[in-house]
T-cell receptor, first 110, second 114 residues
Framework: GESVGLHLPTLSVQEGDNSIINCAYSNSASDYFIWYKQESGKGPQFIIDIRSNMDKRQGQRVTVLLNKTVKHLSLQIAATQPGDSAVYFC?????????FGQGTTLQVKP | DAGITQSPRHKVTETGTPVTLRCHQTENHRYMYWYRQDPGHGLRLIHYSYGVKDTDKGEVSDGYSVSRSKTEDFLLTLESATSSQTSVYFCAIGTAISNTGELFFGEGSRLTVL
């Protein structure tokens, strides 16, 4: 089964609010994590990554938090915009392969 | 956008027929991957390549074979398609074995096996 675990399948937020998308992983030895965004009909697109020796990394409007103690990863999107509506996947690198979670759909309400 | 082209983008075929999907890259990246995406399963790795003629299996490789005779092309073949192989297939490329850099994905190939 999936080693990167479940999440809330759909998250609905108001435009302008902050969004938090969560992901649990089960492989303690995973050393690298990535968040991808997938818009309808397109391939996944890289958002941000983080290595296991870090607990936080910030990008433009996005922040990834890693809690290795509880094997939890989160993606925070500041001031969510309609263009952020998509499916978001976390992925972990385990033994040299990227393993993806099932994804969370983010819906942004105007 | 990374230079990745998948072909065909859409295909409908019948059970038992052979199917080949092509991934072409213009980035000269060493690593290439084939994933399938199904509802409830996310993206699952089928096969990957770490160089010309160097390939390895992923987590769902049964029923699939791959070939990489040139850096720029990675072919995925279904020798005898089954309905369970109806899916969206994504090719991805990367500069490393995934722990030092991102993967760039193609636009996907939707395969329907009747």
């Amino acid at each position: 089964g999936e080693s990167v675990g479940l999440h809330l399948p759909t998250l609905s937020v108001q435009e302008g609010d902050n969004s938090i998308i969560n992901c649990a992983y089960s492989n303690s030895a995973s050393d690298y994590f990535i968040w991808y965004k997938q818009e309808s009909g397109k391939g996944p697109q890289f958002i941000i990554d983080i290595r296991s020796n870090m607990d936080k990394r910030q990008g433009q409007r996005v922040t990834v938090l890693l809690n290795k103690t509880v094997k939890h990863l989160s993606l925070q999107i500041a001031a969510t915009q309609p263009g952020d509506s998509a499916v978001y996947f976390c992925a972990e690198n385990f033994t040299g392969k990227l393993i993806f979670g099932q994804g969370t759909t983010l819906q942004v309400k105007p | 956008d990374a230079g990745i082209t998948q072909s065909p983008r859409h295909k409908v075929t019948e059970t038992g027929t052979p199917v080949t999907l092509r991934c072409h890259q213009t980035e000269n990246h060493r690593y290439m991957y084939w994933y399938r995406q199904d509802p409830g399963h996310g993206l699952r790795l089928i096969h990957y390549s770490y160089g010309v003629k160097d390939t390895d299996k992923g987590e769902v490789s049964d029923g699939y074979s791959v070939s990489r005779s040139k850096t720029e092309d990675f072919l995925l073949t279904l020798e005898s398609a089954t309905s369970s192989q109806t899916s969206v297939y994504f090719c991805a490329i990367g500069t490393a074995i995934s722990n030092t850099g991102e993967l760039f994905f193609g636009e996907g190939s939707r395969l329907t096996v009747l």
